[in-house]
């Protein structure tokens, strides 16, 4: 399990926030116990930073009765109501203020951490003081999967993407019952493999995005190399969406990355790799057409969960590597291993 220390680092690149310096000493110097006060802390450091800025105020829909046209007049129920003979009608209007769907979210999430027994009393204290921070007309929002996407529909950017992304995990952490009295529990992420995959890989592909320059990074999609008798048939083929693809002059790297317990698997009192990952990316190399003189390679990269794995294969006429990534080691380690693989 990836010890929370390092687990702020991989946060922070997989969201793209690198925090700065004096913020990662703050972060080490503290020893979390849980997840949850970890991402509290996150909440609490970039919702400062937000409030500070000044909340950008947002356009939102209202639906009121007036005495005066605004927006668009609603003719059923004013009519319903009997508004017209008395100079009132029932209006949609859009509304310029802060009441919006992230910034109630996010008081509604501080205020739930707050009320949270299982968080430090001076950090519950901390998050029941930026409360009054929040402008008055902002009803809070409970954090729910409704609230969430509401919230991303508003497109929010820079810090904003930052803070619904932790209000994101949090949600996911939250266990299904509430304990006595109705204050929410908080179970560890890192044991959800799901969630754990898709941080891994955003995490992988963002460290090479900001740690080196010699390769374009992306995620990229893959063509078959395919004829059908009829073209509308090729539709029906899976797609290929590459994890990270790392792109130079002369090298090109497919690197998928799998967030399992294990890179191998027993089978008949004897270990092999996991088949359906290692056929996954044969079938990248295989419908990848690199650049004249440019070498093509594959790699599948897991953590260290129970073994460590580092094998080297040529399949295909391709160099493969199969190999893990220990994310218990202190974070220097992590990202000096992350550069070798790719030098």
Request: charged share 25%; aromatic share 8%; net charge positive.
């Amino acid at each position: 399990m990836v010890p929370i220390q390092n687990l702020y680092y991989l946060l922070s690149y997989a969201w793209n926030r690198l925090p700065a310096r004096h913020e990662l000493l703050t972060a080490e110097g503290q020893a979390f116990e849980r997840p949850v006060e970890l991402l509290a802390h996150l909440l609490l450091l970039h919702l400062r930073r937000y409030l500070r800025s000044g909340l950008p105020p947002t356009y939102r829909e209202r639906e009121a009765e007036l005495p005066e046209l605004r927006g668009r007049v609603l003719l059923a129920p004013s009519l319903t109501r009997n508004l017209l003979p008395r100079g009132r009608a029932v209006c949609r209007f859009d509304e310029l203020g802060y009441d919006a769907p992230l910034h109630g979210l996010l008081l509604g999430t501080v205020r739930e951490l707050g009320r949270t027994t299982k968080l430090p009393a001076g950090l519950r204290q901390e998050l029941r003081r930026v409360q009054r921070q929040f402008p008055a007309d902002i009803a809070p929002l409970q954090l729910t999967n409704d609230t969430l996407r509401l919230a991303r529909r508003q497109r929010p950017v820079g810090i904003g993407t930052m803070l619904l992304n932790i209000c994101e995990l949090l949600h996911l952490s939250q266990l299904p019952e509430p304990t006595a009295g109705g204050r929410p529990r908080f179970r560890d992420f890192r044991r959800d493999e799901t969630v754990m995959a898709r941080l891994f890989e955003q995490f992988v592909r963002n460290f090479y995005r900001l740690e080196q320059r010699h390769f374009r990074v992306q995620s990229e999609t893959i063509a078959w190399q395919a004829a059908a008798e009829h073209a509308a048939d090729l539709n029906l083929l899976p797609s290929m969406i590459t994890d990270i693809s790392l792109e130079a002059p002369k090298r090109k790297i497919i690197l998928d990355t799998k967030y399992y317990s294990a890179a191998l698997r027993t089978r008949y009192d004897r270990q092999r790799l996991i088949a359906p990952h290692l056929y996954q990316l044969y079938a990248y190399l295989q419908n990848q057409q690199p650049l004249p003189g440019q070498q093509l390679e594959g790699v599948l990269l897991y953590p260290a969960a129970t073994q460590e794995v580092d094998v080297r294969y040529t399949l295909g006429g391709h160099p493969v590597r199969i190999v893990t990534i220990n994310l218990a080691q202190p974070w220097p380690a992590i990202a000096a291993d992350l550069l070798a693989l790719v030098r």
